[in-house]
């Protein structure tokens, strides 16, 4: 259910965005609110409680935001307050953001390799990446698995190219564990 409130506002806010020509404008509030939202966790939550009425949620929400975030973006929040979904505020806003990472070409990967890369290799796995894809720019994020043994693991959305030494070691493990030997 989260997932399609989150598809549901978020499509709407991104459609908003790109009929008024603001993508970048609203995707950098988007990025505000929700760094507001994760660094003070007890915030929805006192938003949320039932105790609290809808204009008091929306009073607080325009003392915080007014002035520095686009009507736009304000009008966003009060649909939210309105419709009762405040509480899914940050997945709405993740989605947003990924729809905009989509539109402006922009891949999410995600390297993990048992030895930290130098400068050099990252740069040539990040140009063919971008060679071999319609993405423009990357964000890369990399990490250390040394259970990898070697090679390297990349996650691009929920594509995986796994070519580290512990894969080929699990392959080569299922193969021989099919051989029958015979007398």
């Not at 020509?21 to 609203?26: G, H, L, Q």
């Not at 686009?70 to 993740?94: N, P, Y």
């Not at 905009?100 to 891949?107: D, F, N, R, V, W």
């Not at 250390?144 to 070697?150: A, K, M, Q, R, S």
Request: aromatic content about 6%.
């Amino acid at each position: 259910m989260a997932k399609l409130v989150s598809k549901v506002y978020g499509d709407a806010l991104f459609s908003l965005a790109l009929e008024e020509n603001r993508v970048d404008e609203i995707w950098e509030e988007t990025k505000v609110l929700r760094q507001v939202m994760v660094e003070n966790p007890d915030f929805i939550p006192l938003l949320c409680n039932p105790n609290m009425t809808e204009a008091k949620r929306s009073e607080i929400l325009e003392e915080i935001f007014q002035g520095k975030i686009s009507d736009a973006s304000m009008g966003f929040l009060e649909v939210l307050v309105k419709k009762g979904r405040l509480e899914e505020i940050v997945s709405v806003l993740d989605y947003f953001d990924d729809c905009t990472k989509e539109y402006k070409k922009i891949g999410v990967v995600y390297v993990s390799t048992p030895k930290a890369l130098s400068k050099d290799q990252k740069k040539k796995v990040e140009d063919r990446i971008l060679e071999v894809s319609d993405y423009e720019t990357l964000e890369t994020h990399y990490s250390l698995e040394p259970d990898l043994l070697g090679g390297m693991v990349i996650r691009i959305g929920d594509r995986v190219l796994d070519n580290s030494i512990r894969s080929k070691m699990d392959l080569m493990t299922r193969k021989l564990s099919q051989v029958k030997l015979s007398n």
